[in-house]
């Protein structure tokens, strides 16, 4: 699978890189991290990330999939139905049969495809209700890759990813060190070699959280994310209304731009006395 030059991302906030925040306010994201371990060493590698927060499956399948079969590229990543299946009442073996229409249709094209399942959502108190869901739709998963020829990363298994550190506030999205960690896993699966390891334990947390810091959080969480979120779905509206792809077209993979140091200027004596 090594020698990939050129990548097309296709999904939703996942795989937008919601919440792993650029300083400019976009977002970077394990996909972005990926392209970047990808790029290593190959002038000519391409990337394109499709993927837009909020949207539902079919949308993924309608507007995506399209552009990424046309596209042809070397890969496809592809996590899409999270949001489908956390509506009350979602019908997730049809989920799974959608997903498994464009999964086909990418591999009848000769394109590889990497797939990702849902994690688990034990740790997230108020959102472990939906872990089985998540977890019959896992079992759809592992056998659409395998009726396919798609490769999986198994983000339920990634023990990492069962800490509330690896979670941003809303629950709903990963944090930066999650998104590192789903990157090298990625590459892993690819076979190929990466520095860093995303088993990497999580530092020892000084003081364990209280039972009744947590109901509180599991308060300020319903009022802050949930209740929008569910406000949202009411009134048919989406996340990513208005919103355009960060990388629409293949195009080279520019380096990511750390946040510059201050500089400290000196002041003139004669502006201090002023002062």
């Given at each position: 699978?090594?020698?990939?030059?050129?990548?097309?991302?296709?999904?939703?906030?996942?795989?937008?890189?919601?919440?792993?925040?650029?300083?400019?306010?976009?977002?970077?994201?394990?996909?972005?991290?990926?392209?970047?371990?990808?790029?290593?060493?190959?002038?000519?590698?391409?990337?394109?990330?499709?993927?837009?927060?909020?949207?539902?499956?079919?949308?993924?399948?309608?507007?995506?999939?399209?552009?990424?079969?046309?596209?042809?590229?070397?890969l496809v990543t592809l996590c899409a139905g999270g949001n489908d299946i956390i509506v009350p009442g979602a019908d997730v073996d049809?989920?799974?049969?959608?997903?498994?229409?464009?999964?086909?249709?990418?591999?009848?094209?000769g394109i590889p495809v990497l797939m990702f399942n849902g994690p688990d959502t034990k740790v997230l108190s108020v959102m472990s209700?939906?872990?089985?869901?998540?977890?019959?739709?896992?079992?759809?998963?592992?056998?659409?890759?395998?009726?396919?020829?798609?490769r999986m990363v198994d983000l339920w298994a990634m023990t990492p990813l069962h800490d509330r550190r690896a979670w941003s506030d809303?629950?709903?999205?990963?944090?930066?060190?999650?998104?590192?960690?789903?990157?090298?896993?990625?590459?892993?699966?690819?076979?190929?070699?990466?520095?860093?390891?995303?088993?990497?334990?999580?530092?020892?947390?000084?003081?364990?959280?209280?039972?009744?810091?947590?109901?509180?959080?599991?308060?300020?969480?319903?009022?802050?994310?949930?209740?929008?979120?569910?406000?949202?779905?009411?009134?048919?509206?989406?996340?990513?209304?208005?919103?355009?792809?960060?990388?629409?077209?293949?195009?080279?993979?520019?380096?990511?731009?750390?946040?510059?140091?201050?500089?400290?200027?000196?002041?003139?004596?004669?502006?201090?006395?002023?002062?």
């Amino acid at each position: 699978m090594y020698g990939i030059d050129s990548y097309v991302a296709i999904g939703d906030s996942f795989t937008e890189g919601l919440n792993d925040a650029l300083p400019d306010g976009s977002f970077r994201g394990w996909a972005d991290r990926l392209a970047e371990i990808l790029a290593a060493g190959r002038p000519d590698f391409r990337y394109a990330n499709l993927s837009l927060r909020g949207k539902m499956l079919d949308e993924i399948m309608d507007e995506q999939l399209p552009i990424a079969l046309e596209l042809k590229p070397d890969l496809v990543t592809l996590c899409a139905g999270g949001n489908d299946i956390i509506v009350p009442g979602a019908d997730v073996d049809a989920v799974a049969e959608r997903l498994e229409e464009g999964v086909a249709k990418l591999r009848e094209a000769g394109i590889p495809v990497l797939m990702f399942n849902g994690p688990d959502t034990k740790v997230l108190s108020v959102m472990s209700v939906l872990r089985g869901k998540v977890a019959i739709y896992n079992t759809h998963l592992w056998a659409i890759a395998e009726r396919h020829g798609a490769r999986m990363v198994d983000l339920w298994a990634m023990t990492p990813l069962h800490d509330r550190r690896a979670w941003s506030d809303d629950r709903l999205h990963f944090s930066p060190d999650a998104h590192r960690r789903i990157a090298l896993k990625s590459a892993e699966v690819l076979g190929i070699p990466v520095e860093g390891d995303w088993r990497e334990p999580w530092p020892v947390e000084a003081v364990p959280s209280r039972w009744i810091d947590s109901r509180r959080s599991d308060l300020t969480w319903t009022k802050v994310h949930l209740l929008p979120w569910i406000r949202r779905q009411l009134r048919g509206e989406s996340m990513g209304d208005g919103l355009s792809p960060k990388r629409p077209q293949l195009a080279p993979l520019a380096p990511v731009t750390p946040l510059a140091p201050l500089e400290v200027l000196e002041v003139p004596d004669n502006a201090q006395q002023a002062s």
